[in-house]
């Protein structure tokens, strides 16, 4: 059993005067506009509980005001919480002192900003080195380090450029380098990518999942697109209101909403592009099979093989073990479950 | 290492510049040794043919009217040619003069009007003893009330008080600013004023208007003068707009004791003409140990009002400068210069 | 109807009935309130004019004291001889080294220098300007005066840098301190320099310290404002970055902050230069020289010639600062040149300059050693002449028998006479306590109680400075002056904002009527409209419409293209256009004009009063003239408090205009 990467117990942010004196109280349980009226005060987010393992990708998501991007400030203390623990790579970051804190923010958690966040006097490679700058690594080494990290991220040889001469999309790779170049466990994303042209998002969405694969940093993505969350998160905390409604698995969430809220947001997602064979396959079966496909693997791409045989398909694990079969009906009634116009869905 | 070499050879040429600029510093005719105070005019060349040993420098006052920067620069061509003594004008508004001779950056000032500095008197004179008198100018000036002179004519009564007691002659003086009454123009208000007291005690039909500066009352003076207007006002002998515009002096109730006594006792009943303004230098307590020729000499220094207002006339008339104007008299008065320094 | 019916409260039948009772209900307080006001009127204009005597903060015997006892210690007190009389000292050395730097650069040295700079700064075009300004100081025949006054700005001018960025900084990093430094600024902009003048001399001695001093004190305030501005500024984005990667405060600040507020700091440069400049002729009644000397020489004389040259030459200075000190650099464009070597030379700013301070210092030896020492003869034009055949012939031509308006002079009977007289007899009529609850009514309504506390207790201030009669007087002509200024200064700016011409054509007008001391233009003033109050409302309207010119063509041309597109895509006229969309959406920077108008207007109080404006002015004059130093401050404080007020309730209009819009 590893430690959690990152660990948050009964965390509240309240805004306003006496903010800690809402924690907890009745009046935490009051409508928004009453309480402010009331006393004056804001719920941003209550009661938070969350466990994020090494190496995974976890994705909040929720709409404008729920509160993601105050609980993202939170962890490394950009927004001092109101109440409850945070423990980040086995630091009590909540109970950090200055210098402590600071070491955290420069060794251990990088941040990608929603607007980019990039300082317009700097060129490309001074904003890479930024977080190194800071960490006063002599200049040689701090920019050898950048344009390495700006190849990376595929901008190799525009170091000298300033960001107001570069696209949105190039920005914020430059964003994205700039959180790498310190070489952090953890990596915080807040919507960095909302501001951007879907094609554009598209690419970056990629470019996250090969950084996954090649680097393996734990991270923390808040996002208010759906398909989003579904493509990049292990596992995905629905926020409304400064809580968390659900936190599952894209399968759990697409496949068993918590409740009308969260129904009411998956409603248009295509489940067979979410729900994995695995969950949704019966016993093995003996005899001919139409192909085989692994247990991780979507409904959605077994149609192919069931649609041109009425052989059921063979279902292994990573290891190559047989653990179950799945069928055309099985298939088709995944697909029968989900809307018929099914205009949400971004399908390859 | 580039950026090294790049640096120190900016250092180098900066450091070059500050040589230069302070090697031709020491040779600028002006001197910026003496930064704090400017000179007003360095136009004077200094006569090299001195026979007695150097003085201290010094540094005297020049008060923005012609007067003061005459006896200024004729002083300044006599401790320079005769004295051996570097001397700096410095022009400088009347009262900051004062604070100038107490802390000694300023030596002395030729030209002090009594009415307008009793209180500098009692400060730093019979107070602190930081500033000493040190005698008569010549010169004496006089307040008083002026109307332009070619009013008599039509209106021979307006030469004494007792002609502005008729409403209609002091309506003749009325303006947009004093609605029905006749108006009484005063202009700088650093120049005492017992105007109001007067205008009121005698009772006249006046209204009492500041112009605010000496600018603003000369400019008046002009306009009526232009516009053949009426216009009474406080005024001055000595002044250079005397030889230009034809000014008289409107006879007031003569000065008696009682008159006095009421100035003192500044109780409001005052209602007489103004006291004659007697002249006088001053200069800071340290000149006399600094520089103790230039001291008795600047004692002795004397002009006549003629002498003044000769001097003055070649300034204000004849287009030249008051150093130009100086050398000139002094040139043409060598036994006068030459009684000074006995 | 039908505007009201959504206020009314929920369930409640509109009938015929409740809109008459509630006709009937506006009405009643409508009558108690007109029935209230004329009796308060009817008191206030038959009990008690002028303030109580009760009612006495002893202000002036307070600083009549306090500067008695200045000047009978400062020989021996050790703040005086430990404090004062050391920063005296430095600020003269400062300013003989700066002076010997200039001359010894000589003015081929000394134009090459700023055309150095104005290339650096602000490109081609601001190092031509720039060179041709200056030289312009020598062409008037004002070389050395002009150096004089340069050496003095730049020593104040570095002194107020030195020490407004970082309460600037301080101030953009706390609210409290900006709260409180907010004021400070207020008073040390508005307070005259007529009333602190002595005293610091008494302080620092005569020539060029107090001087300085006084500069500083009026040239700090856009130091500290623009740099808390710049630093508040600063996108929460952006901070956030620097705090997220961990940097310390330190860090954060120069690394964040700093550079990201830099244009507003630069702003804030340019601007204490040219506040610098506002005082150049003040400062030379305490021994200074310089141009400000030639001013006052030429005012002395009462020769409009004598003083609008180095009037012209304090502009052309100004001009030439304000070219190289504005103006961001342009992009450099790639160079032409393959060679690597050389094209990093040229493009490493410190090559560059130690190749520009060779060719500087190079140039000062050669005109040393050719003797090129002072701006030659030959170049020089004399304006003196020009100048004052224009103005006779304007004294002789405008002033009477000008067709239909008649000329200045009956102008200027008829402004005393219909305007200015009835409304100061007004003012000076109704009671003390009347004009304050009227203020304070006027503040509740444009801002609420604290406002309206403000107003009374910065009112009763004045009362209590025992200068309230004069405060009236003050009070009538700053609104006469404004409301002109206001009119003239509207239209013309939404006819700049409209214009790219006129702006063009405009802007060196402006900027020469807000730099061109007003000493300048006292004496034609006086010559077209007589010695009076309206001599000086004229030269404050001058001062006060060059910002107002600007900030209402700034804020029509800052409207964004999208509403107007918009309004002309339904078919509006060019007047529609501008009455509709433009002239709202630009109501937040006429308010700021009307404002900035107010200050401006109050900063002339006591220029008005050296020409017949009398009010708080001519006490401050008495303040300087006199040495009656409490005289001058409590009229200098009563100016204050009177700025306060006024600005306090524009300010509040102009939040609200803003409201309106969002």
Partial sequence: MTESAISVHGLWKVFGPKAERIVKSPDADLPRGELEAKTGCVVAMRDINLEVAPGEVFVVMGLSGSGKSTLVRCLTRLIEPTAGSVTISGVDVTGADREQLLQLRRNTVSMVFQHFGLLPHRTLIDNVAFGLEVQKVDKAARRAKAEEILELVGLGGLGQRKPDQLSGGMQQRVGLGRALATDPEILLFDEPFSALDPLIRRDMQDEVIRLRSEVNKTMVFITHDLSEALRLGDRIAIMRDGKFVQVGTPEEVVGSPADDYVRNFVRDVPRSHVIAVGSVMSAPSDGDDAGTVNSTTKVRDVVPLVAHSDLPVRVVNDAGATVGSIDRVAVLSVIAGEDLHPEGSQGR | ?342 | MTATMPTRALGETPSRDTITSGHSKSRTPLIAAVVALAALAIVGFTLGHTAPTWLDAHVRPWFDSVYKWSQLNNGTNWAFRFVFHPIADAITWSNDKVLALLRALRWPGMLALTGVIGLRTGGRRAAITAVLALAGCGVLGFWDDTLITVALMLVAVGISLLVGIPLGIWAGLSLRADRVMRTILDTAQVMPAFCYLLPLVVAFGIGIPPAVMATVIYAIPPAVRLTSLGIRGVAVTSTEVGTSFGCTGPQLLTKVRLPLARRAILLGINQVIMMAFGVVVISALVGTGGLGQDVSDGLAKVNVGLAFAPGLAIVFAAVAIDRITTGERPSRRKNAIANQAIRAVLDNPRYVGAAAMTAIVGIAAVAKMTGLDDFPQSLRFDVVKPVNSLATWANDHLRNGVPIVGGTGSFSDFFVTHLLTPMRDLFQAAAWWLIIVVFAAIGWVSGGWKLATLCSVCLVGIASLRVWDLAMDTLSQVFVAVLLSVALAIPIGIWSGRSDRLERLLRPLLDAAQVMPAFVYLVPVIFLFNVGRVPGVIASVIYAIPPGIRLTSLGLRQVPYAPREAALSFGATGRQELFKVQLPLALRSIMLALNQTIIMVLSMVVIAALIGGGGLGLETVYGLRKGETGRGMAGGLAIVLLAIVLDRITQAWGKRSSGGLR
């Fill in chain 2, 1 to 342: 290492m580039r950026n090294r070499f790049t640096r120190s050879a900016s250092v180098l040429t900066l450091g070059a510049l500050l040589v230069v600029a302070t090697a031709c510093g020491s040779d600028t005719k002006a001197p910026a040794s003496t930064g704090s105070v400017a000179p007003s005019d360095t136009s004077a060349t200094t006569d090299t043919s001195a026979t007695t040993e150097a003085g201290a420098d010094i540094s005297l006052a020049v008060n923005p009217w012609t007067g003061a920067a005459v006896n200024a620069n004729v002083a300044k061509i006599v401790l320079e040619a005769s004295l051996s003594t570097k001397t700096t004008l410095v022009d400088i508004d009347e009262k900051a003069t004062w604070p100038g001779l107490d802390d000694g950056s300023l030596d002395a000032v030729l030209e002090v009007w009594p009415s307008g500095h009793g209180a500098d008197f009692d400060t730093y004179i019979t107070g602190k003893k930081t500033v000493v008198d040190i005698g008569k100018l010549g010169p004496s000036a006089k307040i008083g009330w002026y109307i332009p002179t070619s009013m008599l004519a039509d209106h021979p009564d307006l030469a004494t008080w007792e002609g502005f007691k008729d409403p209609a002659n002091a309506k003749l003086f009325a303006t947009a600013e004093s609605g029905d009454l006749g108006q009484f123009l005063m202009g700088d208000p650093s120049y005492v004023s017992y105007d109001e007291q007067i205008i009121k005690n005698l009772d006249l039909p006046l209204k009492f208007v500041v112009a605010g500066s000496e600018a603003a009352l000369i400019t008046a003076v002009q306009q009526a003068e232009k516009d053949g207007t009426p216009l009474l006002l406080q005024f001055w002998q000595p002044h250079w707009l005397q030889s230009k515009v034809k000014l008289t002096e409107v006879k007031l109730p003569d000065v008696t004791d009682a008159c006095t006594a009421a100035a003192t006792a500044n109780d409001g009943s005052y209602a007489c003409d103004y006291p004659v303004d007697i002249l006088y230098k001053a200069a800071s307590a340290k000149l006399e140990a600094k520089n103790p020729k230039a001291f008795a000499f600047l004692s002795k220094m004397q002009l006549t009002t003629d002498q003044q207002n000769e001097i003055a006339a070649m300034v204000d008339s004849d287009g030249k400068t008051a150093a130009e104007a100086a050398q000139t008299w002094v040139d043409a008065n060598p036994d006068v210069v030459a009684e000074w320094l006995k």
